[in-house]
């Protein structure tokens, strides 16, 4: 089994910069071809935000293009949200996730991860 764990959230003024991390432990059997970050808002439903694969292709939602870059350390097993100019809109838990081998778009966007981590609260002030 594999366990995620999500660090780096915080509160923060809106402007400012956060680096969420996610560690991946347990299992080293298991192939994660691709890892993502969602993020929740009060009352709102969970949205993917960015995501990885393991040959560092990347994809970003269209409103944090060009102020939020995912990167991953495979040999460190860890996978990186640096966020810039956050928004207070974008207050939220940020979760990461991974994926087994043969996951979809479809799956990414619907959130069907096989791994989930506990989630980060990002809290961006006005």
């Known amino acids: 089994q594999v366990q995620l764990v999500e660090s780096g959230g915080g509160l923060v003024q809106a402007g400012g910069s956060l680096r969420l991390s996610c560690a991946a432990s347990?299992?080293?059997?298991?192939?994660?071809?691709?890892m993502c970050w969602y993020r929740q808002a009060p009352g709102k439903e969970r949205e993917l935000v960015a995501h990885?694969?393991?040959?560092?292709?990347?994809m970003y939602t269209d409103p944090v293009k060009g102020r939020f870059t995912i990167s991953r350390d495979n040999a460190e097993k860890k996978v990186y949200l640096q966020m810039n100019s956050l928004r207070p809109e974008e207050t939220a838990v940020y979760y990461c996730a991974g994926f087994l081998n043969g996951a979809t778009m479809l799956d990414f966007d619907r959130g069907a991860a096989d791994f989930w981590g506990q989630g980060t609260q990002v809290t961006v002030s006005s």
């Open positions: 990885i694969s393991s040959s560092d292709t990347t």
């Open positions: 347990g299992s080293l059997s298991v192939s994660i071809t691709v």
